[in-house]
Structure formats: C-alpha cells, structure tokens
Nanobody
C-alpha cells in the first residue's frame, strides 16, 4: 500500500510559478510509478506527468515545457511538480497517485490504472 500527501496548492496569477509536493511512502517496498493528475470542475481527471523515481518523466502535451517533475533525491520520499508560466486552464485539483509495479507508457497518464491517491491540493490560476 502506498500513502500519498500533496501540498503546495494556492491561488496565483497567469504567468506565475507554483511548486507542488507529494510525500509518498510504501508499506510493501515495491517499486511504484508516481503520477500527477488534475481535475477541473465539470471535467474528467487528466494526467499531467509521471515517472519512476530516478528515471525520466513523461508529460502531457498541454504542460510540456512548463511543468517539471522531480524527486528531492533517490533516497527521499518527496516528489515535486514545478509549474511555470501557469495559465487559467491549469486551474484544478491536483492529485498525486501511485501505481505499484510496471506500467506502460501508454497507460502512465491514465487515472484508471492507479490504485493509490492523495487527497489533492487546489491550484487556481487567475487571468
């Protein structure tokens, strides 16, 4: 089982930056894939970025070049989603999630493949 806690959300203006954190721990010790998702009111949850710790991240086209997913260090249980040049369409509840074991790159940004979720942190971008 993986436990996740997000933090760092808030209200910003378009063009600003924001850094979200995800503290994650696993009771099983199995390798897990970390994914970030967001959900705007009235819309489906969508994948933003994801990676196995210590590997390269993948990003949704809508955030590529603006968002960066990183790990504090290989021994840390904290991952970060750094968001730059924020746009009003980036507004939503941001969730950190985990998939234990292997996941294909085709499925990595699909929320239905994730077993464990944090409670979410709200990001609001005003124009």
């Amino acid at each position: 089982q993986v436990q996740l806690v997000e933090s760092g959300g808030g209200s910003v203006h378009a063009g600003d930056s924001r850094k979200l954190s995800c503290a994650h721990t696993s009771a099983s010790g199995r390798r897990y894939y970390i994914g970030w998702f967001r959900q705007a009111p009235g819309k489906q949850r969508e994948g933003v970025a994801g990676f196995y710790i210590g590997t390269s991240a993948m990003y949704a086209e809508s955030v590529k070049g603006r968002f960066t997913l990183s790990q504090e260090d290989l021994d840390s249980d904290v991952s970060f989603l750094e968001m730059n040049n924020l746009k009003p369409e980036d507004t939503g509840m941001y969730y950190c999630a985990a998939h234990e074991g292997m996941i294909s790159w085709q499925d990595a940004l699909s929320p239905e493949f994730y077993n464990y979720w944090g409670q979410g942190t709200q990001v609001t971008v005003s124009s």
